[in-house]
């Protein structure tokens, strides 16, 4: 009899649908897992932060390269400058800049960390992708981070600065621009974590189908509106109506959707096979 029932226990172990850590927690042991890793996250942010200090020169010259960029596009004849207003205001600026810098090194420890926090709900099967999830949220993460820098900011700071000038002519009121460097490193760095946040969406989308809340046939037949919305964000988020900075953005939100929809597909291909 005994013999029996550690066969059935044997088998269930071997099964792949069935949770490996199928322990129930209390909320108290639930709240103490997500502080370990809340912590061990935050070391990982607090030693891509130190590195960054390090090379905190080299960061501000780094980000302010599209900035320089535009403006002696728009001002040839005119230095750029970023004002400080207080004596602290460049080591918070500094400070700030290097803690964002920080969160971007840590991306991969943030998600494994994430992934490590939901995995004993998961199935055994699932426990594999771990790498992949890592590998892939840190790609869409980087891939946003890279799109802000290199396509968002260009046109962003070409338009703005195509609005600075002299007002009606023959000598009236000139709009010029000494940003500080407060309120330039507020802008880019929310833009940067702001779009790697944004590219993020297909690994939310994929954990919907994995979870099986949406399907492939639901997100194909809302690919409709997905576009539409896609277009509305586009023509939002970017500023003035110059038109390829809008399709850029627009056609980023559209191929991320589809890829999502990929993925989807995919996620219940497999699910098919294994059951």
């Known amino acids: 009899m005994s013999d029996d029932r550690d066969d059935e226990n044997d088998d269930r172990d071997d099964r792949p649908d069935v949770p490996e850590d ?3 927690m209390t909320i108290w042991e639930h709240l103490a897992e997500f502080r370990s890793r809340l912590v061990r996250a935050a070391i990982g942010v607090l030693a891509g932060t130190v590195a960054c200090w390090t090379f905190r020169e080299q960061l501000l010259a780094w980000i302010t ?3 320089l960029a535009a403006w002696h596009e728009r001002f ?5 400058e970023l004002q400080t207003l207080a004596p602290a205001d460049v080591f918070i600026s500094y400070l700030q800049l290097s803690f964002v810098g920080g969160i971007i090194l840590a991306t991969p420890v943030v998600f494994y960390q994430l992934w490590a926090f939901v995995s004993p709900g998961l199935y055994a099967r ?23 820098y290199y396509v968002a900011f260009p046109f962003t700071f070409s338009y703005f600065f195509s609005l600075l000038g002299e007002i009606g002519g023959n000598g009236g009121l000139v709009l010029t621009s000494r940003p500080t460097m407060e ?8 833009m940067l974590l702001s779009f790697g946040a944004v590219f993020e969406l297909p690994l939310f ?5 994995l979870a099986g809340i949406v399907t492939p046939q639901q997100l194909v037949r809302f690919s409709r ?5 896609s277009f509305v964000v586009g023509a939002f988020v970017t500023p003035g109506p110059e038109v390829t900075s809008q399709v850029a953005v627009s056609g980023a939100l559209v191929a991320l959707y589809f890829l999502s929809v990929g993925l989807a597909f995919l996620i219940a291909k497999k699910r098919e096979a294994t059951t």
């Open 225 to 229: 509106w997905a576009i539409v919305l």
């Open 65 to 67: 390269k599209p900035y």
């Open 183 to 190: 309120y330039y490193l507020d802008f880019t760095t929310r």
């Open 76 to 80: 040839p004849t005119q230095s750029a």
């Open 126 to 148: 699932e426990k594999r992708y771990i790498v992949p999830f890592v590998v892939f949220s840190t790609s869409l993460f980087s891939s946003g981070v890279a799109f802000a």
């Open 22 to 24: 199928d322990e129930p």
């Open 205 to 209: 989308i994929a954990f919907l189908a």
